[in-house]
């Protein structure tokens, strides 16, 4: 990200992939449009679907490399606006792109910078051929547009490139919606335009809000211009979980069948379900890794927070049954008293403890899939978390004196 204003870049034509050597899909579930696939990447073939965890800085929070490879994991996200203000698109270069620099022989993906641009209320400005805004590091002016995004991926030589679009969120007013619907697909076109680094995929996003007529226009002419792969937008930005489903649904259906489809930011177990079950293949986010911060355990059951006072001497691991490393070898006890006395081991038990659940909870998904048995998870996980969302409210209406208060 220049400083000042970045002026457009030269209009080089940048070859898109053949579908058949993108995507394939290697099995469907007969009910739903649930399939398993393989995405293939510079850096070797992603099966699918897939749960990507997030690399802010380059590195996923208090992980290694060779850890994530050992819990399954084959695709990480790296977010393009942070790596860019530190440690600077140079310096990476310098050791030849994210791959070399962090260590990861797998493929990435890189976000385009610009939800976290967009999250900078009040510090940016928008306008058809860009944002500028006030870097949140050191408060220097800076200017993000679809050319310096796509030439920042570039730089990475990430294997999955994101276009820049301008992220809404929940609510935004219908002319306000058709506007950044009308920008993003001005700037998706710019950067298809682009030249990309070798083997470098790049993925169109469809944008719209709550609207299904923007949504439907911006996904039919994304397509139109042709990209390797589609995401689905407004998944992070306080949308309510029925629209958000609604959502991925109408715009999946609306995406071709033999390209990968991404929905951006969403990583609770029964919305990933749910949006499989729409044909979606792809997800990221960041809850396994903050809430471990946070001391919140993930489970199949639920979460819950290994903190608390009640297990201060439960000799149980963090989950009955899980092979992570940190349930094999420690307590719940143990680890609550890491998180509580401020030990970083706690933390970093904790989040492969997470990882590991997400990354089974998919293997299993993709199991249930090949195997016939998807819708049958499917409301395995349904009752779950209905269950989850029932003692919740009663744990509410006990702490208010009544539902409703």
């Known amino acids: 990200m220049a400083r000042g204003r970045d002026p457009k870049g030269g209009q080089m034509g940048a070859v898109q992939a053949d579908s058949s050597a993108v995507f394939e899909i290697t099995a469907r579930d007969t009910a739903t449009a649930a399939r398993c696939g393989r995405l293939h990447t510079a850096h070797g073939p992603v099966d699918t679907p897939v749960f990507m965890p997030v690399g802010t800085y380059g590195a996923v929070r ?49 976000d385009s910078g610009g939800y976290q641009v967009f999250s900078l209320a009040g510090f940016r400005r928008v306008t058809d051929e860009g944002v500028e805004f006030r870097s949140h590091v050191d408060g220097s002016l800076r200017w993000l547009t679809p050319e310096s995004a796509m030439s920042l991926q570039r730089d990475f030589a990430s294997d999955i490139a994101m276009v820049l679009d301008e992220c809404l969120h929940y609510p935004v007013p219908y002319d306000y919606a058709c506007k950044a619907v009308e920008r993003t697909l001005a700037w998706a076109a710019r950067c298809r335009a682009q030249p990309r680094a070798p083997g470098q995929l790049v993925f169109g996003i469809v944008q719209g809000g709550a609207y299904g007529d923007l949504r439907r226009r911006c996904a039919r002419e994304l397509v139109a211009m042709g990209f390797d792969g589609y995401a689905v937008g407004g998944g992070s930005g306080g949308e309510p979980e029925p629209g958000l489903r609604r959502w991925a649904a109408e715009t999946a259906h609306l995406l071709p069948e033999d390209r990968p489809r991404y929905l951006m930011g969403v990583g609770m177990f029964n919305q990933m379900v749910e949006a499989v079950a729409a044909g979606i293949d792809m997800f990221d986010c960041v809850m396994p890794t903050r809430f471990a911060r946070n001391g919140t355990a993930f489970t199949r059951e639920g979460r819950y927070p290994v903190k608390a006072a009640v297990y201060r001497d439960d000799p149980l691991p963090l989950e009955e049954g899980c092979t992570c490393p940190a349930c094999r070898r420690y307590s719940r006890g143990y680890i609550r008293h890491l998180l509580n006395a401020g030990e970083s081991l706690g933390m970093r038990l904790l989040t492969l403890h997470n990882l590991h659940c997400y990354q089974r909870f998919v293997q299993d998904m993709r199991d249930s899939i090949r195997t016939g048995r998807f819708s049958t998870f499917r409301e395995e996980v349904a009752r779950t978390y209905t269950r989850i969302r029932r003692e919740h409210l009663e744990k509410t209406a006990s702490k208010t004196g009544g539902v409703g208060r």
Request: aromatic residues 12%.
């Open 62 to 110: 208090s992980v290694a490399a060779w850890e994530l490879e050992e819990l399954g994991y084959r695709m990480i996200l790296a977010n393009t606006y942070h790596v860019a203000l530190r440690p600077g698109v140079e310096t990476v270069r310098r050791f030849g792109g994210l791959h070399r620099f962090m260590g990861w022989n797998s493929p990435i993906l890189t």
